[in-house]
């Protein structure tokens, strides 16, 4: 990060192409050298079940924000159905990063439906 003023605290957003964003649960101190590893816990974003446990034992992201508004819901599902099968794209629509578009993809929605991100990552 370019313009972070040192001693000022930040909160960060992971922002993912076709996931529910996540914001740092705390601010972080900026400085020469941060890190911050959501991984470690479903409590590292800020807000309430904003991150899974996945199958490794590792927090993460869930998948299906395929339109980016930070809520999970049919929207998302319109956009995968407006073009369900796509080969090698890249494209929010690929929930799963295989590069296509195909059932697997509305799978990953289906598990994920209704998941509202905090106000503060959503636009």
């Known amino acids: 990060f370019d ?3 040192e001693g000022n ?3 960060f957003v992971i922002r993912h192409r076709n996931h529910l964003d996540v914001m740092t649960a705390s601010s972080l101190i900026a400085a020469p050298n941060m890190s911050y590893d959501f991984t470690t816990s479903e409590t590292m974003a800020y807000g309430s079940q904003q991150l899974t446990i996945a199958q490794d034992g590792n927090a993460s992201m869930f998948a299906g924000d ?3 508004d930070g809520v999970i819901q049919v929207s998302d599902y319109d956009v995968w159905k407006s073009n369900p099968a796509e080969l090698n794209t890249y494209s929010a629509a690929d929930g799963n990063h ?6 697997t993809d509305s799978d990953a929605w289906q ?3 209704a998941k509202i991100g905090v106000g503060e990552i959503r636009f």
Do not use: A, P, R
């Not at 295989?98 to 059932?103: A, H, K, V």
């Open 111 to 113: 598990i994920n439906k």
């Open 66 to 68: 395929y339109n980016q």
């Open 3 to 5: 313009n972070l003023i």
């Open 98 to 103: 295989d590069g296509t578009i195909q059932n």
């Open 9 to 11: 605290s930040y909160h």
